[in-house]
């Protein structure tokens, strides 16, 4: 700690301040007013925008500086059931001081928090019935704040004052102390209430998103804003009044009757929407070019009169895919992050299509144009122009996904932007369906939401399996959230009660956990046993684990030995391979002998082979290891000779 910072604090010099201090326990005046320390602490970073913020904490709160200035503390016990601990507070000259030193020093213009942002910062307790700050001591450098809490004699249960816990005042007293310990906290409460209502917001817009499907499916109907309230006409009879806010409950969308799955949409399809999903399959390394792009639709005009079925799987029958694989990143295939499978298009959506990047713009146009994912085996630019002078009136359409955002972003790259259709209505994701249906905050996986539908999704990250998936799963889960709750939130109760038995028990298991690994940890008696060394980082805490790790360690003979023995097996695995490989094609070829054919050397045979020397170790000189390894290889090779570099087989008799 550099000296400066053990200088008095400002004002009076130390040898004053001790003179003049009260004693512990001694109430404040009436007239004094206070802020809580922690949250004078947390000024700068809560109240100060940066770069302001960066550069105060730095010269006064940071690094103890805010500690070294010394601070005389107050306390006052909340008498608030959720605080235990009392407040600490500081004396309001003190933190104009400090922001004076801030003007001084730095130039800056600092403000007292404002009062409807920060109503607990400034505090003044001038009733007389009241509790009020009590003295408790200097904090510094000598002195840490815990060691000044543990001075505070405990909290009665209840006020001595003439006051009682139901008087006004008292009342009063409690809300200062609540915005008092507000303030102490990194985000105030007008934070946390916007934080809220934004994730209310998100919440909202799923829940919406999902009644919209369940309107263009024809499971819920559109709500008729028109329609007035029954109960407010006094000219409905008696005898009618139920009947006429039955109506007005349903014209709300309220009180929807039970879904028959095996019968045809109870209301009429919106809009008469087609669906279209796309899924586009990109290349994981950079440049990640575009390998698959996937395209179904639903055409809601398909559903009329057709009962969904049991999970809609009525309806899923009539989506129509369409697969196409660019020519020219074709033979790249993803294996690192996902395992692709490219050539496995499921036979039961059609067949898999090569095209052309340049011709992907205008073929994917053609699937948003009537009769949407014909598969043809014409894609040329006659053909598809042909399509254009189709006279049929446009139809609404709606963009499915699974993180839909991302597919779009791809059509863009590729000269494709789905946004300036002037009969797209909006997209909808099966992410945030699925999260609405199920009430969760963190999305899901395709794959996990086609198990939670009990639906069978085969080789997944396929582009056009992945697009089919996607269309089912949208009305997997828009029929079972209607089934499950057909008025949006009458199992909440049930479902959150499970969640919160769940999650106690949980946490019940853990802390039973702990508490038998503390048990076990802490037996009584015993020394401690012997010092324990400082190890290196990285290396075992215990013992016995660094005993193995040292006896296990190689010495540099031995890692040398090791590398020799790891080169010649693969030496050898290379030459079975080669031979096993030639074999077979002579044996398919049906040749009875196999002529001396040169085999390409691989790297590991060509490239140099450096071996590290040590004293004591034998020394193997530049290509000596590598003509060993390339004589060995003729020997496992039965006989063979070196030539040029490479390995020469044997005559074969040609068997396998």
């Not at 003190?94 to 020093?105: A, K, T, Y």
């Not at 998936?469 to 909440?492: E, H, K, M, Q, V």
């Not at 450096?610 to 003509?627: A, C, K, P, S, W």
């Not at 003729?634 to 044997?650: E, R, T």
């Amino acid at each position: 700690m550099s000296s400066s910072l053990l200088k008095d604090p400002p004002g009076k010099p130390a040898s004053d301040i001790k003179s003049s201090l009260p004693y512990i326990g001694q109430i404040a005046p009436r007239d004094a007013r206070f802020c809580p320390l922690a949250a004078v602490s947390k000024w700068p970073y809560k109240f100060i925008q940066q770069p302001d913020s960066e550069t105060i904490s730095k010269r006064f709160f940071a690094a103890g500086r805010f500690r070294a200035r010394g601070w005389t503390l107050y306390y006052i016990h909340t008498f608030l059931p959720s605080e235990s601990k009392p407040l600490i507070l500081v004396p309001v000259d003190e933190v104009q001081n400090l922001f004076d030193d801030i003007r001084e020093q730095l130039g800056l213009i600092v403000r007292w928090p404002q009062k409807e942002k920060a109503p607990g910062f400034l505090l003044k307790f001038p009733e007389a019935d009241t509790p009020r700050p009590q003295y408790l001591g200097r904090l510094d450098l000598h002195h840490s704040l815990d060691e000044m809490e543990a001075k505070i004699p405990p909290q009665k249960k209840h006020y001595d004052g003439a006051f009682r816990a139901d008087d006004r005042s008292f009342a009063a007293f409690k809300r200062k102390m609540e915005d008092a310990i507000e303030a102490t906290k990194q985000k105030n409460k007008n934070q946390r209430d916007k934080k809220r209502k934004q994730r209310i917001g998100t919440k909202q817009s799923w829940c919406e998103q999902m009644k919209r499907a369940q309107c263009y499916l024809g499971v819920r109907p559109r709500a008729d804003p028109s329609m007035p309230d029954p109960v407010q006409d006094p000219d409905i009879p008696v005898r009618e009044l139920e009947r006429e806010i039955k109506r007005y409950n349903l014209a709300q969308c309220r009180d929807l009757p039970d879904l028959d799955v095996s019968e045809a949409a109870p209301f009429p399809f919106q809009s008469n929407v087609v669906f279209i999903c796309v899924d586009v399959e990109a290349y994981e390394k950079p440049p990640r070019p575009i390998t698959e792009i996937g395209i179904s639709t639903l055409d809601t005009n398909d559903l009329i009169n057709l009962a969904p079925g049991e999970r809609g799987t009525n309806w899923m029958k009539k989506i129509r895919s369409r697969h196409f694989r660019i020519s020219e990143s074709g033979h790249l295939h993803n294996k690192e992050h996902v395992q692709g499978c490219a050539d496995r298009f499921e036979p039961d959506f059609g067949v898999s299509e090569w095209i052309s990047i340049h011709e992907a713009p205008q073929i994917i146009a053609s699937c948003f144009r009537p009769p949407f994912s014909r598969p043809s085996e014409d894609t040329s630019a006659d053909s598809l122009a042909d399509d254009l002078e189709v006279d049929e009136p446009k139809r609404q359409l709606v963009l499915v996904g699974h993180d839909v955002q991302n597919d779009v972003e791809y059509l863009r790259k590729i000269g494709y932007d789905v946004a300036n259709l002037s009969n797209l209505i909006e997209a909808v994701d099966t992410a945030d369906l699925y999260r609405a249906w199920k009430h969760e905050q963190n999305p899901t996986n395709l794959g996990a939401i086609l198990l939670a539908l009990e639906l069978v999704g085969w080789n997944l990250h396929n582009a056009g399996n992945d697009a089919a998936y996607t269309l089912r799963a949208l009305i997997g889960i828009t029929i079972s959230a209607r089934l499950a709750s057909p008025n949006g939130n009458s199992l909440l109760h049930t479902e959150f009660t499970h969640r919160a038995k769940m999650v106690e028990r949980e946490a019940h298991d853990r802390v039973q956990e702990e508490a038998a690994e503390w048990a076990v940890a802490d037996q009584g008696g015993g020394d401690g046993g012997p010092p324990q060394p400082l190890v290196p980082i990285g290396w075992p805490s215990d013992k016995p684990a660094r005993d193995a790790l040292t006896k296990e360690s190689p010495s540099p003979k031995q890692r040398q030995a090791e590398k020799k023995m790891s080169i010649m097996e693969a030496a050898k695995e290379r030459a079975d391979a080669a031979r096993e490989e030639e074999a077979k094609r002579a044996a398919k070829a049906g040749w009875k002998e196999v002529e001396k054919q040169e085999i390409v050397s691989e790297p590991w045979v060509e490239e140099k082979t450096e071996i590290v020397q040590d004293d004591g170790n034998e020394d193997v000189g530049e290509g000596g290891f590598e003509q060993g390894i390339t004589d060995r290889l003729a020997f496992l090779n039965g006989g063979g000779a070196a030539v040029g570099g490479g390995v020469k087989l044997p005559p074969s008799d040609g068997r396998a």
